[in-house]
């Protein structure tokens, strides 16, 4: 268990929806980093919060949005959901910017666009 | 962009047999982890080791970051080996890590 808890597992919606997704960092580490799997781009970083303020943006579209709130939960939301947005969502966290703390990733969350 | 190159991209495995997998990276990194993910989709962290040499059970993982490139060993594999391993590099500390493609273990009975 890497205490990360991401929620909900898996997730199955149609094109044009809206979801959200939420992970709970493991207890004391204050940086959140979202990955998105897919089957053709593989393993790609979108983006980071560090204790409540967006820290990086990589790869993430215009339709996709996250934030950190106060307790150090944060939520990615994807919306106008296309079919090429179906992947395996990861959150991780670590202690924190410019600390040397290896990133623990949760189990993920599985999203089907139908 | 640094670019992070895993050898090879598949590799079958009679139980019971030894394997090395290769992680290169064009350019200076923070640090480096392993992970493998299983046929369940998890990602399990395996190793965070920007240099030397790490040890667990049977498997091992050696860091040379002078020529950049990162070596995971797996001796007498069993099926539970199977999966997807991923090497991912830091370059600053505390930044996004960035993945190589992933090397594909089967290991069969």
């Known amino acids: 268990d890497s205490g990360v808890t991401q929620t909900p597992k898996h997730l199955i919606t149609a094109t044009g929806q809206r979801v959200t997704l939420r992970c709970s960092p493991r207890?004391?580490?204050?940086?959140v980093y979202w990955y998105q799997q897919s089957l053709d781009q593989g393993l790609q970083f979108l983006i980071q919060y560090y204790n409540g303020e967006e820290r990086a943006k990589g790869n993430i579209l215009e339709r996709f949005s996250a934030q950190q709130f106060p307790d150090l939960h944060s939520e990615l939301n994807l919306s106008s959901l296309e079919l090429g947005d179906s992947a395996l969502y990861f959150c991780?966290?670590?202690?924190?910017?410019?600390?040397?703390?290896?990133?623990?990733f949760g189990d993920g969350t599985r999203l089907s666009i139908l | 962009g640094i670019q992070v190159e895993q050898s090879p991209p598949d590799l079958i495995l009679q139980e019971g047999a030894n394997s090395t997998l290769r992680c290169n990276f064009s350019?200076?990194?923070?640090?480096l982890q392993w992970f493998h993910q299983n046929p369940w989709g998890q990602l399990i962290n395996l190793f965070y080791?920007?240099?030397g040499t790490k040890q667990n059970g049977r498997l091992s993982a050696t860091t040379v970051a002078t020529e950049r490139y990162s070596l995971l060993y797996i001796s007498s594999s069993q099926t539970t080996d199977s999966g997807v391993y991923f090497c991912?590099?830091?370059?600053?500390?505390?930044?996004?890590?960035?993945f190589g493609k992933g090397t594909t273990l089967s290991v069969s009975s």
């Open positions: 991912a590099v830091e370059i600053e500390a505390g930044t996004a890590l960035i």
């Open positions: 080791i920007p240099s």
């Open positions: 991780a966290s670590s202690v924190g910017f410019g600390r040397n703390q290896p990133q623990h």
């Open positions: 350019d200076s990194v923070n640090n």
């Open positions: 207890s004391g580490d204050l940086s």
